[in-house]
């Protein structure tokens, strides 16, 4: 109660000149926060990371009403931190509801670029009626039928040869999803890759939330995160441009289409009282690996092909069970917990004995206990986990401290130390490298809104590997900085934003240095038009890549018809001065587009959507035109040509 009189005095002179409303600025939209939050480019070749954001897409397109969303609700947008968090379900505790999203500038902790971002994923709603549990369960009841199909315009070498892909060209998904208004969300999906002969991937689940001392459970695919990541992470991301500074976000269930980073069994959040939370979860499932001559795992799988035979030998061939728990007691800002889960393989993991891979895990059985802790007050989080991991008592540990000075600054600090020998295969905590192991580094990360209509961040990150990691000798160390600055000078109809990245990492027993600029300008002059220029420059140690991309929008005023384009020029004289750009995507989706060579690449999208938003069509149509080469890729994914264009077809019902 303390902190509480302490905001309602500090937002009381405020109060007295409140606007009757405050609408977010239109110009603000999904694409210019996959800007500013996607600042490590490497991260669009990442699978998991792309995975995160569609999912956050898709809050963006179904957005959370803010006076109804929990806590975990709020932990999965990646700009929000503890402290931020607690101020705005302070003020809704002390306000009862918010009536319009403008009521946020009398959260002191929300600068205006937070209000912004938070305004894609939140509406100001009233919350619902009080009926009893089971009627609310039965109520607002809607469903959403999705089915996508994908069309290359060109052959690849694995449909031409007898022994290459087994299934014809096109690419499938349906998704169907029910839901109500917070208490109970089902869905189930299946998914034929190209080259695949079936639908071969499927997943449904179905998820109680807030039904008496159930906080939420879920059956089926989900996925699972707590702490900081280091035991388990799969239900938040982070990146260096925003760091994690807040707690995973507990259960979440599998919407997504990917074929590997989930669980498959039940999994249940109880609410002991007003201060205790227990979360019981078990898993069963079977995964792809590679078998070495004496059926032992040489390596897991992720990717989710069973195109040609070999991949086809691959398919779940190993099963892997899973279950522990997670204890969590929580008082004012100070929060302890306790996590525990054990994994059992049905065949050894035996990854070989090259250097890099004498550090992965080996045998059957495997077990990772940790301890997460924080306290925040006001202003300061400071929060933490650390881990042990069996057969080898290897420990992990990261601890994180954040400092809100006012509404335009924060400071943050992150470490980690991660044990060349620990491993979770349920992690993904902040970290350099792909997996939670075999790494040190401290981060320094500062935002900033110096002026009205500035924006800027930095951030200095130093990391080392003990171990030698792939195609190194030793062990390898390495920096990266970022500065990033934006102004928007007139409310929203133009801003400027100017990046420069420096990242030094050894890779095969050198140091290689990578400076990427990148500048762009958006202009927005009404509701309906959006256009935006970028350049792009990437310099290695011997090789230079460089871009310049235009990008063109379309919304109609009532938002039945949205036309996107985007056309890019590129030069990039090897495959590590290689570079990026995110192209207009269907609904639900997040594309990237990974440039290198000479060319030319253009996407381009239209949504139609009836009144109502009963039903939905989208087309999309990309192109890749080379001046260097009349191949592209290898193996069976060879093309034949200096062309390459795509289309895909996505409809969606609601009922």
Avoid at 116 to 144: E, I, N
Avoid at 311 to 334: C, D, M
Wanted: hydrophobic letters at 35%.
């Amino acid at each position: 109660m303390t902190r509480l009189r302490s905001l309602l005095l500090a937002i009381t002179p405020w109060m007295l000149t409140m606007p009757q409303a405050h609408a977010q600025s239109d110009a603000y939209t999904w694409d210019d926060f996959l800007y500013e939050y996607t600042t490590d480019e490497e991260q669009a070749e990442d699978e998991q990371w792309t995975l995160w954001l569609e999912e956050l897409k898709a809050i963006h397109e179904q957005p959370m009403n803010i006076n109804t969303a929990s806590v975990s609700d709020l932990q999965r947008l990646p700009f929000l931190d503890e402290a931020q968090i607690e101020q705005i379900h302070a003020y809704i505790y002390l306000h009862g509801t918010m009536q319009t999203l403008g009521e946020l500038r009398l959260v002191p902790l929300l600068d205006s670029a937070t209000r912004r971002r938070l305004a894609l994923f939140v509406y100001a709603g009233p919350p619902p009626p009080s009926d009893s549990k089971a009627r609310q369960l039965l109520s607002h009841l809607h469903s959403t039928f999705t089915a996508r199909t994908d069309v290359p315009l060109y052959y690849r070498k694995g449909y031409q040869v007898a022994d290459g892909y087994a299934g014809d060209p096109l690419y499938h998904r349906l998704r169907y999803e029910l839901k109500n208004s917070r208490h109970l969300q089902a869905g189930l999906r299946v998914e034929k890759d190209a080259g695949e002969r079936y639908y071969d991937t499927y997943g449904a689940y179905a998820m109680l939330h807030d039904v008496g001392i159930l906080r939420r459970a879920v059956v089926g695919d989900y996925r699972l995160g707590v702490g900081e990541g280091v035991v388990m992470g799969g239900s938040t991301w982070n990146s260096k441009s925003t760091p994690s500074m807040k707690e995973q976000s507990g259960i979440r269930p599998m919407t997504g289409m990917d074929e590997s980073r989930f669980m498959r069994g039940a999994a249940a959040t109880l609410g002991l009282g007003r201060q205790v939370e227990l979360t019981l979860f078990g898993s069963y499932r079977k995964v792809d690996a590679t078998l070495n001559a004496d059926g032992h795992v040489q390596t897991l799988l992720t990717t989710g092909y069973h195109r040609s035979a070999s991949e086809r030998r691959s398919r779940r061939n190993v099963s892997t069970t899973q279950a522990g728990a997670h204890l969590i007691w929580r008082h004012g800002g100070l929060h302890l917990g306790a996590t525990g889960y054990m994994q059992h393989f049905s065949r050894p993991l035996n990854p070989g004995e090259q250097t890099y891979r004498r550090i992965y895990p080996r045998g059957t059985d495997f077990g990772v206990s940790g301890l997460n802790y924080g306290y925040a007050f006001y202003r300061i989080t400071l929060a933490g986990e650390t881990a042990l991991s069996l057969p080898h008592a290897a420990v992990a540990t990261l601890n994180r401290a954040s400092w809100n000075i006012n509404s335009r600054y924060t400071l943050s600090l992150l470490g980690r130390y991660y044990a060349r020998q620990y491993h979770s295969f349920l992690a993904a905590a902040f970290a350099e490298n792909s997996t939670v192991q075999n790494e040190s580094g401290l981060l320094l990360h500062l935002k900033a809104q110096p002026a009205e209509g500035w924006q800027a961040t930095a951030y200095a990150d130093f990391f080392h590997n003990p171990w030698p990691r792939y195609r190194m000798t030793h062990s390898s160390s390495g920096q990266e900085l970022m500065t990033q600055a934006a102004y928007t000078p007139d409310g929203g109809r133009n801003t400027i934003t100017l990046r420069y990245q420096l990242k030094r990492k050894e890779q095969a027993d050198r140091m290689e240095p990578h400076h990427r600029l990148k500048a762009q300008w958006t202009l927005q002059p009404d509701k309906c038009w959006r256009l935006q220029t970028a350049g792009q420059l990437h310099r290695t140690l011997s090789h230079t890549g460089t871009s310049i991309q235009q990008s063109l929008r379309y919304t109609s005023p009532a938002d039945l018809l949205r036309l996107a384009l985007m056309a890019a020029y590129f030069h990039a004289t090897d495959y590590s001065a290689r570079l990026y750009a995110y192209e207009p995507a269907l609904l639900s989706s997040v594309s990237s587009a990974i440039l290198y060579g000479h060319g030319l690449h253009a996407a381009f999208t239209t949504r139609l959507t009836s009144r109502g938003g009963r039903w939905m069509g989208e087309l999309k149509y990309s192109l890749y035109r080379f001046f260097d080469r009349d191949q592209q890729s290898s193996g069976l994914q060879t093309i034949m040509g200096p062309w390459k264009n795509d289309l895909s077809f996505q409809v969606r019902f609601r009922f």
